[in-house]
């Protein structure tokens, strides 16, 4: 009856006009008020669109804010949503490792100190650093190389020149993902374009660019390792399991809620 009594004001003010009685023109405007009553039923669900529980326009929301589309079930989507929604800020790694769990990833933030070598209270010291070089190859994609004796890499001089240095260690360091471009098939010594005859057949030549992410090598420096970040599973070491077409949304949502002056040590397994 809303939508009536709105009519029944706007109508003019004479006896022709009134619809109080029962008559053709009240069942007239008692059939228009249908439509309104429509209307109002439509924007009081646009209400309902402020929760992610129960929003119609989870597409465009997740537009919003970032949400690539993956194979998640649809109550999977919303509460990806309502924790991204949520997300306030915060730097301990407890509200990190909240918000990750929460976007669907289970995994654990680890701290950089090997646990049990924190100084006492009261006591000035510092903590043993974890040593990013036995759990994290040294960049973002190439796999490092165990080294043994009689290997190039235990060489004198080489950076790797380290018994038992780097056992093929599947986490990775995930610091930015900024793409840099690169001049593709450059002509070297012993290449077929490099040939007699050949008109490329020029040393350092090119015939294109790529673009490909640039690569962050981790430290040797025991300086800098309390200036990482860890991320893997719930006991520190284990590999957490990552859905491989959630990868870059997961390493987005590292990037975007970890503090920006420590580099992440991602232990991950994509499955």
């Given at each position: ?147 043994e004796c ?32 690169t001049p ?14 050949e008109p ?72």
């Amino acid at each position: 009856m809303t939508f009536l009594n709105i009519f029944k004001h706007l109508l003019p003010n004479a006896r022709a006009w009134r619809i109080t009685t029962d008559k053709r023109l009240r069942e007239f405007f008692t059939g228009l008020s249908g439509t309104g009553a429509d209307v109002k039923i439509f924007i009081d669900r646009v209400w309902s669109d402020l929760s992610p529980q129960l929003t119609r326009e989870l597409s465009k929301w997740e537009n919003q804010f970032g949400l690539p589309g993956t194979n998640l079930s649809d109550q999977e989507r919303r509460d990806r949503l309502e924790a991204t929604w949520k997300a306030l800020g915060g730097q301990d790694p407890r509200y990190i490792q909240d918000t990750l769990q929460s976007n669907g990833f289970e995994v654990y933030v680890h701290e950089w100190w090997e646990p049990g070598t924190e100084a006492a209270v009261g006591v000035k010291g510092c903590a043993t650093p974890r040593n990013p070089l036995t759990w994290l190859r040294r960049g973002f994609f190439s796999s490092s190389l165990l080294v043994e004796c009689g290997e190039p890499f235990a060489e004198c001089g080489e950076p790797f020149a380290e018994c038992g240095n780097s056992l093929n260690p599947q986490g990775y360091p995930l610091v930015n993902k900024v793409l840099q471009t690169t001049p593709d098939l450059i002509c070297l010594a012993g290449e077929v374009v490099m040939e007699c005859g050949e008109p490329d057949a020029e040393c350092g030549n090119y015939f294109g660019f790529v673009d490909s992410i640039r690569e962050y090598i981790v430290p040797g420096n025991p300086d800098k390792w309390p200036y990482f970040l860890y991320i893997g599973g719930e006991t520190f070491g284990d590999l957490a399991q990552v859905e491989p077409n959630r990868r870059d949304e997961f390493e987005a949502l590292c990037l975007k809620i970890c503090p920006l002056q420590q580099w992440l040590g991602i232990l991950v397994e994509y499955t």
